[in-house]
């Protein structure tokens, strides 16, 4: 998905969700200007292009599901933290850094491209960025700039599908996924976090 897709998208998100695109933009530019040594699209291009791409997301049914993970392998967040468990690293892992950060540290350190994403309500997580010393890429819900990418996507899940879908993989496995059982957080409010997941599956299913 390119920006000119995902525009009117996010415009309808931010409508629905009361976000500020003004904060987004902002987000990706502190990003921007804290992580100099970013990946470009080729990494990335290289991973999925015509291969077997499993996404995994946080949902309870993952570990059950981990026997059916084949090709490359996106981990969306908190997942990551089950994947390490069970002794697999990611290939990919997509994140606004809400999740564990020492296992997305490790997970970066063992050879994951760890793909970033800034937004208005994460502003605060951004110094995180510092800490990760292997390969990162940069991703923002508003207009892309420089190597501040938009592949399309709102959770950590669906963006991560969108960029299977983007860089053209040649079949898409979800594992983890369960759009109507969010995993409780604490700090997290569960109603939004719902509300989230449908858009997740709007985006995942083209249905928006």
Known sequence: MNW?????????????????????????????????????????????????????GAGK???????????TIISADEATSILLKNK??????????D???NDLIKANEKGSIVI???HG???NFLGYIKLFKGKKMLTTQSKPFDKVYNFGGFTDGDRAYCIAKHFKAKKIKLIGFDFENPRRKKGKNIEIK?????????????LY
């Open 88 to 97: 697999i690293i990611p290939d990919i892992v997509t994140t606004d850094l």
């Open 116 to 118: 970033i994403h800034a």
């Open 99 to 101: 999740g564990n950060i």
């Open 4 to 56: 000119e897709e995902w525009e009117p998208i996010y415009n309808k998100i931010l409508k629905e969700f009361g976000f500020s695109k003004q904060k987004d933009e902002e987000a990706a530019k502190i990003a921007f200007n804290i992580l100099k040594d970013k990946i470009d699209e080729i990494e990335l291009k290289k991973l999925i292009e015509g291969k077997t791409v499993t996404i995994c």
């Open 61 to 71: 049914n993952l570990e059950n599901e981990i026997k059916e993970i084949d090709g």
């Open 121 to 123: 309500d994460n502003i």
């Open 194 to 206: 719902k509300k989230k997941l449908k858009w997740a599956k709007k985006i995942i299913r083209n």
